[in-house]
C-alpha cells in the first residue's frame, strides 16, 4: 500500500511544480467555451435547445479530464525515456501497485484539472441547476478520470517511444472527444453515428455529468454510472496487463 | 548465488547474447567484462527481470527470475548503466521514493539517506531538484540509492562511468565493506581494468555475445601471457573499435535534449 501512496504522490509532486503547464492547459477548453459557446450559441438557441453554453460546459469539463488523464498515463513514455521507470520496474513491489499508483496518481491530478475547468465554467457563466447534484458531478469526473488513465497507461505500456503518439492523438483521443457528444446533443443523431457514440466511453462519462449538472441526460445516470464503472474495471485489467509485460 | 546456463537473447536479425554460461557464488565479487555492444547489459537485464531470454535458463539465489519475478526481485539490487533518477524531484524525494519500494523502515532510511548523501556530498542539495544536478552529481546519486538497502545480490552496470576518482574510490571501498561484512554477491561490469583488478575475484571477458575467457585476474594474464589485465583484455577481444546501436530510448532522450534547452 505504502508503494501506491509514494507513486500516488509522485504524480501530484511533478503536476504541482508544472505551474506553466497548468496554466496552459487551461487555454484550449476555454477556446472551446468562449469561441464554441458564445459563437454557436444564437444558432442553438434558435432550435429551441436553450443555452449553449449551459450545454457544453459539462462537455468541456470531460474533455478536460479526458486529455489529463489520457496523457498522464503516455506520460509513462517520458519515464521510460528518461530511466526512471526501470527503477520502479526492478523494485520487489508487484509490478499491479506500481501501475495502480501511477494510474490513480494520473487520475487524481486530472481530477483537479477538471475542477478548475469547473471554476472556469462559472466565471464565464455556466449555473449548475442543483448544488445538491454536485457530487454527483465529481464522482462522474473520477470515474472518466479513472477509465482514460488506465487506458493511457494501457497505451504508454505498448509503445516504445513517441513515434506513435500522433497516431493515437488523431485516431484515438480525438475521436473519443468528438464522438462523445460533449458538443452536440445525443437525441436524433444519424444511425451509424449514433451506434459509433454509443461505443464511445466518454458519452456516458459526458452524459452522466449532464445529468449531474444541468438535470439533462440522455441515456439516464444510473446506465452512465454502471456502464463507466464497468470499463472503468475493464480498462484498469487491461492496463496492468499491458503493464505487467513491459520489457525495456 | 547466479547461475546462468546457455543464455540467449536474440532482437529480430541480431543475437546480443549467444549461448552464455556462467556461475557466481554466494559471497563473490564477479566482474562481467567487454567491449561496447558485447552483450553485459542484455544479460543483466535478463537477470534483472527486465527482459525475457530468447533461450537458456537462469537462477538467482536458486529463483528462476522467469516465473518468480517478485520473489526474486526481493533478492537483488541494481545500479544501472544508464539514468534511471526521477528529474523533477529532489535528490532527497529520490531515496525517498527508493527506500519505499525497497521496504526500509522509516527511520532507517531517513538515517541511512542522512549517512550516505552525506559520503558522497550531496547532502548540501538534497532538496534541489534533479535536473539542477551536473552530471557527476546525478551519478553519484544513483549510487547512494543504490546502497539504501542491503541486497543479497549487487548489480553494478559500469558504476563509475563519469565518476570522479574521490567517489569512485568511496564506491569500491563500499562494495567492498558491504561483500565482507555482509556476504553480498556482487555482479558488476566496467571498461577500467584496474578496478576489475582491484575489487573482483573472478572475471568473465565476453564479446559479441559470448564468453571467451573466466578467471581470476592472475589466470587471465597467465592464460593470454600478458602483463596486465588490460594486455590480456585486448588480447582477448582484439583492438576494433565497436558501435553500439542507439536504442529506442537513447534516441528519444536526443529529441528531448532538443528541446530541453
Given at each position: 500500500m505504502k508503494a501506491i501512496y509514494i507513486l500516488w504522490l509522485r504524480e501530484l509532486k511533478k503536476y504541482s511544480r508544472s505551474r506553466a503547464q497548468i496554466i496552459a492547459s487551461l487555454g484550449q477548453p476555454l477556446l472551446y467555451l468562449l469561441v464554441l459557446g458564445f459563437g454557436l450559441g444564437p444558432v442553438f438557441q434558435r432550435a429551441g435547445n436553450g443555452s449553449y453554453l449551459q450545454f457544453m460546459a459539462p462537455g468541456v469539463i470531460g474533455m478536460t479530464v479526458l486529455f489529463t488523464s489520457i496523457f498522464s498515463g503516455i506520460a509513462l513514455l517520458w519515464d521510460r525515456q528518461f530511466g526512471f521507470l526501470k527503477e520502479t520496474l526492478v523494485a520487489p513491489v508487484p509490478r499491479l501497485q506500481v501501475m495502480v499508483g501511477r494510474t490513480l496518481g494520473g487520475a487524481t491530478v486530472a481530477m483537479i484539472q477538471g475542477m478548475l475547468i469547473v471554476v472556469v465554467c462559472l466565471i464565464c457563466g455556466f449555473r449548475p441547476v442543483s448544488l445538491v447534484m454536485l457530487p454527483l458531478g465529481f464522482l462522474f469526473m473520477a470515474l472518466i478520470a479513472t477509465v482514460f488513465a488506465a487506458l493511457g497507461t494501457s497505451i504508454g505500456s505498448s509503445l516504445q517511444d513517441m513515434q506513435g503518439f500522433q497516431l493515437i492523438m488523431n485516431f484515438l483521443v480525438l475521436p473519443i472527444f468528438f464522438l462523445s457528444g460533449a458538443l452536440f446533443p445525443l437525441g436524433n443523431l444519424p444511425t451509424a453515428l449514433a451506434i459509433v457514440t454509443r461505443l464511445d466511453p466518454l458519452s456516458y462519462g459526458v452524459d452522466g455529468l449532464r445529468g449531474a449538472l444541468i438535470n439533462a441526460s440522455h441515456f439516464g445516470v444510473v446506465t452512465d454510472l454502471v456502464v463507466l464503472s464497468g470499463v472503468a474495471v475493464l480498462f484498469l485489467c487491461l492496463g496492468a496487463w499491458r503493464f505487467s509485460k513491459i520489457e525495456i | 548465488m547466479i547461475r546462468v546456463e546457455h543464455l540467449v537473447k536474440k532482437f529480430a536479425e541480431f543475437t546480443a547474447v549467444n549461448d552464455v554460461s556462467f556461475e557466481v557464488a554466494k559471497g563473490e565479487i564477479f566482474a562481467f567484462l567487454g567491449p561496447n555492444g558485447a552483450g553485459k547489459t542484455t544479460t543483466i537485464k535478463m537477470l534483472t527481470t527486465l527482459l525475457r531470454p530468447t533461450g537458456g535458463t537462469l537462477s538467482l539465489d536458486g529463483l528462476d527470475p522467469l516465473t518468480s519475478q517478485h520473489e526474486a526481485r526481493k533478492r537483488f539490487g541494481i545500479v544501472f548503466q544508464d539514468p534511471s533518477l526521477d528529474q523533477d524531484l529532489t535528490a532527497w524525494e529520490n531515496m525517498e521514493l527508493h527506500g519505499v519500494l525497497y521496504h526500509v523502515p522509516r527511520k532507517e532510511r531517513r538515517e541511512r539517506t542522512e549517512t550516505l548523501l552525506k559520503l558522497f556530498e550531496l547532502w548540501e542539495k538534497r532538496?534541489?531538484?534533479?535536473?539542477?544536478?551536473?552530471g557527476g552529481m546525478k551519478r553519484r546519486l544513483e549510487i547512494a540509492r543504490g546502497f539504501l538497502h542491503t541486497p543479497k545480490i549487487l548489480f553494478l552496470d559500469e558504476p563509475t562511468l563519469g565518476l570522479d576518482p574521490q567517489s569512485r574510490n568511496q564506491l569500491w571501498t563500499h562494495v567492498k565493506y558491504l561483500n565482507e561484512t555482509q556476504s553480498v554477491t556482487v555482479f558488476l561490469t566496467t571498461h577500467y581494468m584496474d578496478e576489475a583488478e582491484r575489487v573482483a575475484q573472478r572475471i568473465a571477458v565476453i564479446d559479441h555475445g559470448k564468453i571467451v575467457a573466466t578467471g581470476s585476474p592472475q589466470e587471465l594474464k597467465q592464460q593470454t601471457g600478458t602483463e596486465s589485465l588490460e594486455e590480456a583484455f585486448l588480447k582477448l577481444t582484439g583492438t576494433t573499435i565497436r558501435d553500439e546501436q542507439a536504442g529506442a530510448a537513447d534516441q528519444l532522450r536526443q529529441i528531448a535534449k532538443m528541446w530541453r534547452k
Open positions: - | 532538496d534541489a531538484l534533479v535536473k539542477t544536478f551536473s
